[in-house]
C-alpha cells in the first residue's frame, strides 16, 4: 500500500468534520470544534504520510483522474474534464505547510473563539470548508478541479471576513473582498477557457509533459493570454496591486480567519497557481515581466502604507501583500531568467534559485505571518482593541506572546538565522541574477531592497509600540492567554525559527527538489550548495546591504518609539504633512475604486438600461404597432354587404377558372 | 333529336341570369328566387348528362335536388319573415350588422 494513492482522501477528510459538525455540533462541546480539529489533525497526519512518502521516493509525479464530464469529440480532438489527483514536490511542500498551519490554528481558535457562543458552529463549519477548498486547490490535477476549489476558498473567505456580519464594517469589507477577487476568478476561468480551447486539455500531466511544448509555439498568442488571465487571478487573490485593496479591510473577520486565509494559505493560492503553471510560463517572457514588475511595486508599495497605521492587524496585512510580492518578485525573476536562458545550464540553475525562492519565501512567510498574526490576536484577546496607541507595556503581562511575537518580527524582517532572511535574501539575489540578463530588473532590486528597510521598521514599530514603552490603561487587566492558544504559539516560533535552514540540507535541501522546466525540457535544479549556502551568503554583498537595511530600520523603530529621541512626529509635522495623509488614506484606492464603480459600472448599469428600454423594448413595440396599424387597414373589407361577399366569390372562381382553361389544359 | 350542346347553353344562361339576379338584385326575395334559378340550372345539367350518358342516375338526383330546394325556400323565406319583424326591412344593404 502506499499512501499516495490515497492523496484524494486528503481535501474529503474536513469535509466529514464539516458535516458532523454540522450536525452534532449544538449538542458536543465547543459546538463541534473538535469534529473539525479531528479530522483537520487527520488530514493533516495524511498529507505528512504523502508528502514523506513522495520526497523519500523517485521525484516522478504521481497523478490519477477520472473522466468527469465527456464534451465529445471535435475534429478529432476529445474534450473531456477530469477530477483527480496530482502529486509531485510543490504538491508535497504545499501539502506540509498548509496541513500544518491549519491544524494548528484550528486548535489555537479554541481558545480564541471560546466566547463566540453560538456563532462558534458557522465558524468551524466554514473554516473546514475552507481547509477542504485549499488542500483541494493544492492536491487539484487539473486547473478546472483547481477553480472549483478556488472559487470554494473565494467563497469561505467571503463568509468569515463577515462572520461579524452585523458590524456594517465587517458586512462591507466582505462585499468588497468578494467582489475584487471576483475580478481575479473571471480572469482565471477567461485563462481556462483559452487554454481548453487552444490545446484541448487542462491536465497538468499533459500540459507539463515536454512533448506537449510544440503546440505552444502553434498558438503562442493563446498561450500568453491564458497565461496573462492566470496572473490575473493570482493579483486579485494574493492582493496584489491593483486589487489589493481589499486585504487591509479583510482584517475586519476574526484574527484566526486573518491569520488563516488572508495570511498564512489563501492569499498563497494565487502564488500556488503560478508557480503550478509554471512549466507553460516560461514559455512567455514577456508574461514573467510582468508578474516581476506588479510584484516588486506591489511589495513596496504596500510595505509605505504600513509605516503609519495604527491598527495591530492592518500592518500585518499590509505586509501580508508586500511580502507576497516578494514571492511574485522571484517568480518573475527566476521565470524570465528560465525563459531567456535557452539551453545554458548555469542560467537555468540560477533561474530554478529564483522560482525555488519563492516557494521557500512562500513557506516560511506561511509560518511566520500566522505567527505574527496569532500574536496579534492573543494580544486582542487579552486588551479588546485593536489599536496600538492603546497598548504598550504589554510585554511584563504577556510573556510568551511578546517572545514569540519578537522571533516572528525578527524573521519578517530578514535578520540571521530566523527563516525570513534566508528567503529574503534569495529573492533579492535572484532580482539581481535577473538584472545580469535584463539591466531594468536593477530598479526592482532597488525596490526590493527598500522594502526590506521598510519591512524592519512598520515591524519593530509595531513591536516597540505593542509591548514596550509606559503600561497603558488596557495592559492593567491583560492576562496570558490559554494554554490552547499559546502552544500553537510556541510550536509556530519554532517553525519560523529553523525553516529558513532547509536550505542548508545534506543532499541539496529544497533547490534538489523545487524546479520546473525550461521551454526545451530541460529540468536542472536550482543551486545545491548545502551548507555551501552560508559560504555564498556571507561573501556576497547584496546580502550585507540587506542586513544592513534591516539593521538600519530595527534601529530607527528603536529610537522613534522606544527611547523616544527621534520623534516622528517632527518629520510629519505632527501627521499634517501631506504624504502622511496620502499613507493615511491609502493612496485614495478606496476611493478610486468607489470612483470605478460609479463611474465605470453604473455607466455601463445605464448603458444596459438604454438599451432594454429603448432598443429591445422599441423592437417588440414596432411589432405590436405594425400588427395594430395593418389589422385597422385590413378590418375595412370586411364590409358586412352579403352580395359583396357573393361578388368576391364569383370574382375569384371566375379567375380560378380562366386561369385553368388558359394553364392547365382543362378544357 | 336536339344535341346535348342546346340544353347545356340553356342551363349556363339560366345559371348567369341567376348569379347576376343574386349580385344585383336588393329585394332579398328575389334574390332568394335567383339562387332558385342557379339551382335549376345545375338540374338541367344532371338531366342532360343522365340522358345523354344511358343512365338514371342524374334524374334521381335532379329529383332529390328539387326535393332539398323546395326546404331550402322554407327555410329562406322564414329567416326573411323574422328579418322583416325585426328589421323593418329586407333590403339587402340595410342588412350589414356583421361588420367592423
Known sequence: MTFVEYTWLIPLLPIIGLILAAAFGRKTPEDGGYFVIGSVALACAMSLLVAYEFFTGDGTPVYASQVWIDLGTINGVQYQFEIGYYVDYLTALLLIVVSILCTLIVIYSLGYMHEEGDRKRRYYVEIALFITGMLGMVVASNYLEAFIFWEMMGLCSYLLIGFWYYKPSAAKAAKKAFLTTRIGDISFMLGIIALFGSFGTLNYHQLFDPAFTESFDVNYWMLLFAMLCFFGAAVGKSAQFPLHDWLPDAMEGPTTVSALIHAATMVKAGVYLVARSFPLMVHTPEVMIVIAVIGGFTAFFAATQALNNFNIKRVLAYSTISQLGFMFLALGCGGYIIATAGADEHLLEVGNTGYMAAIFHLMNHAFFKALLFLSAGAVIHAVHTEDMRKMGGLSKKLKITSLVMLIGALAISGIPPFSGFWSKDLVLESTIAAAGVNPWFWILYIAGTVTAFLTAFYMFRLWFMTFKGEESEAAHHAHEAPASMWVPLVILAIAATITGLFLLMPDGGLPAVIYTVSPEGLAIPGETLGLGWIEKFFTAWPTYVSLAMAVFGIGVAYLAYYKKTLSMAFYTKGGNKRIYDVLQRRYYFPEFYDYVGEKGMYGLARLVDFIDRKVVDGVVNAIAAVAVGSSGRFRKAQTGMTQTYAAVVVAAVSVILVLLYIFAGVR | ?100
Do not use: H
Not at chain 2, 329585394?27 to 328566387?33: D, E, G, P, T
Not at chain 2, 339551382?39 to 338526383?61: E, H, K, M, P, Y
Open chain 2, 1 to 100: 333529336m336536339i344535341p346535348q350542346e342546346y340544353f347545356l347553353v340553356l342551363s349556363g344562361i339560366l345559371f348567369a341570369i341567376g348569379a347576376f339576379g343574386v349580385l344585383t338584385r336588393k329585394n332579398a326575395i328575389v334574390v332568394l328566387m335567383c339562387v332558385e334559378i342557379m339551382l335549376n340550372a345545375a338540374n338541367i345539367n344532371f338531366v342532360t348528362f343522365s340522358v345523354f350518358s344511358g343512365g338514371a342516375a342524374g334524374q334521381v338526383f335532379a329529383l332529390f335536388s328539387i326535393a332539398i330546394a323546395a326546404a331550402e325556400v322554407a327555410v329562406g323565406l322564414a329567416i326573411l319573415l323574422n328579418l322583416q319583424k325585426l328589421q323593418d326591412t329586407i333590403e339587402l344593404q340595410d342588412l350589414n350588422l356583421l361588420r367592423w
